[in-house]
């Protein structure tokens, strides 16, 4: 989806839904383009499920700090 496409489309004929994502589009933002990006997404979701079921937020999240910069160094050495 692209902002700059938006003059050509007859936006009264647009479902709702893509008026709204499109109205979204300012506050998007890419994904950091990093070799480690997707495995330290996964490990931030197994943290938020571990902060939802009641494990302690500081911990986790120091934890996945450290494991995503682990994952990192280590694959830039690949």
Do not use: C, H, K
């Not at 990093?34 to 302690?56: T, V």
């Amino acid at each position: 989806t692209r902002a700059s496409t938006a003059e050509f489309i007859d936006m009264e004929a647009m479902d709702p839904q893509w008026i709204a994502a499109l109205d979204l589009l300012p506050y998007a933002a890419f994904e950091p383009q990093l070799i480690s990006y997707q495995n330290a997404r996964d490990a931030a979701q197994q943290a938020f499920n571990e902060i939802m079921q009641g494990g302690d937020m500081d911990a986790i999240l120091a934890t996945l700090t450290e494991e995503a910069n682990a994952l990192q160094v280590e694959l830039m050495e690949e």
